[in-house]
C-alpha cells in the first residue's frame, strides 16, 4: 500500500518562510508528477505547484518568484518552499502524487491527508 505523508505547516508571520515536506511510503511503486495544493476555508481546492519526475515545475501565479517546488527521487519525497508568505497563502496544504505499482497497468491519483499552513501576526 502507497501512503502520503506531509509534514512542515505550522504559524509564521507574515514574510515568514516554512518548508512542507511529503514523503510517499511503501514498495513497488514508481511516481510520476507530484503536487501540491491549497485549500482555504469557504474555498474551492486549487493548485499550488507541481514537478514531474524529471524535474519540470509548474506554479499558480499566485505563488510564483515565491514558492519553489522540489523533489528527491531517490527518497520518493517532495517539498514545497515557502518564503514572503501572505496571510491569504493560510490554507490546508495536500500533496498529490501520480503513481503506478509495479503489479498495476495504470497509475492512480494519491493524496496526503493535508497539513496547515497559518499565516498570522
Known amino acids: 500500500q502507497v501512503q502520503l505523508v506531509e509534514s512542515g505547516g505550522g504559524l509564521v508571520q507574515p514574510g515568514g518562510s516554512l518548508r512542507l515536506s511529503c514523503a510517499a511510503s511503501?514498495?513497488?511503486?514508481?511516481?510520476?508528477?507530484m503536487g501540491w495544493y491549497r485549500q482555504a476555508p469557504g474555498k474551492q481546492r486549487e493548485l499550488v505547484a507541481t514537478v514531474t519526475s524529471g524535474g519540470t515545475t509548474n506554479y499558480a501565479d499566485s505563488v510564483k518568484g515565491r514558492f519553489t517546488i522540489s523533489r528527491d527521487n531517490a527518497k520518493n519525497t517532495m517539498y514545497l518552499q515557502m518564503n514572503s508568505l501572505k496571510p491569504e497563502d493560510t490554507a490546508v496544504y495536500v500533496c498529490n502524487a501520480l503513481i503506478r505499482r509495479h503489479l498495476s497497468d495504470y497509475a492512480m491519483n494519491y493524496w496526503g491527508q493535508g497539513t496547515q499552513v497559518t499565516v498570522s501576526s
Open positions: 511503501g514498495t513497488g511503486f514508481t511516481i510520476y508528477t
